[in-house]
């Protein structure tokens, strides 16, 4: 069961539109390495995982990730209030407008929709840790190539923040493979040397 | 204080900054610098982060007593921040009409 309060994980305050900007971002709220899918990959895959260490990582990260999708859709919706149509045009946001005009909707920067095959559920554990430590990584070099871009302190400050999360979900990952690794090497023969 | 992950990151160096240009790895380092001392939210975040460390290591002390000492003032916090900023949850609304949670008193965390 999930429960709604009503505060963003980390703040969101941006001041000034910046549609173009924007258009960028989308794609860490509906594209292959943003935090839909991130969210929908280790709440989907924690249901086949093997050891309670595995089950709670899974859990837990899938739920801040939801957290993570809420503050990209703010930072959107922030960067396109208040837009005049001269803006819309010159920016390169008006393919997004026309469709969704100042919506908030689950695509990449190039309009591609969220597409499911961007996640894995393998029902393997060495197989589903494995991706999403790449996964976090992928991640973590979108907001690396929204800093390269982003100029505004208002944007940058939360961007960070979010990169910051998946260095660590990253770390995290990582202990919870080799937690599984040691437990392999204990129970199965010939895997490698028992403890 | 400011809240700090110092279990950032135990792959190589390079692998928070491997990036060409140095733009987002500068030696404003990888923390944001908005000081959430005290606020409910820095709370929130340090019981997020405590969270996931016990959940890959569920055997260390220090780490659970942080956790617990942490958790056992949130509630307070919740309330305080509840009376400056509304209803966290509809639960949280006060007893009088309208409905405190979907009143346009109280914007949406987007809209702030």
């Known amino acids: 069961m999930f429960l709604y309060e009503k505060k963003l994980i980390y703040p969101v305050k941006i001041k000034n539109p910046n549609p173009a900007l924007a258009k960028f971002i989308i794609s860490q709220y509906g594209g292959p390495n943003g935090e839909l899918g991130a969210s929908l990959r280790y709440l989907s895959q924690r249901f086949s995982m093997p050891t309670p260490e595995t089950k709670a990582i899974l859990n837990d990260i899938g739920n801040e990730e939801l957290s993570h999708l809420e503050m990209v859709g703010t930072i959107v919706y922030q960067l396109t209030r208040d837009l005049d149509s001269q803006i819309v045009k010159e920016s390169g946001f008006g393919d997004y407008f026309m469709n969704h005009s100042t919506g908030v909707y689950p695509a990449n920067a190039t309009g591609v929709p969220f597409d499911a095959t961007a996640i894995a559920v393998t029902g393997d554990v060495v197989a589903d840790l494995t991706e999403d430590l790449a996964a976090e990584q992928k991640a973590r070099v979108v907001y690396d190539n929204i800093l390269r871009l982003a100029d505004d302190p208002d944007v940058r400050d939360p961007i960070k923040f979010l990169r910051e999360r998946e260095i660590v979900h990253f770390q995290r990952f990582g202990e919870a493979l080799r937690l599984i690794e040691d437990e392999l090497r204990t129970k199965v023969k010939g895997i490698g040397i028992k403890k | ?112």
């Open chain 2, 1 to 112: 204080m400011i809240y700090r992950n110092s279990e950032c990151c135990i792959t190589p160096e390079e692998m928070q900054c491997n990036t060409p240009s140095n733009e987002c790895c500068n030696n404003e380092g990888t923390t944001p610098d908005i000081d959430m001392t005290g606020t409910f939210s820095a709370m929130q975040f340090a019981m997020t982060d405590l969270n996931l460390y016990l959940d890959t290591h569920p055997n260390d002390k220090e780490a659970l007593e942080m956790f617990n000492k942490i958790s056992k003032t949130l509630q307070s916090a919740r309330y305080d921040y509840i009376r400056k900023n509304g209803p966290l949850m509809a639960g949280d609304s006060s007893a009088d009409t309208p409905f405190e949670w979907a009143s346009s008193k109280y914007k949406w965390p987007w809209e702030r």
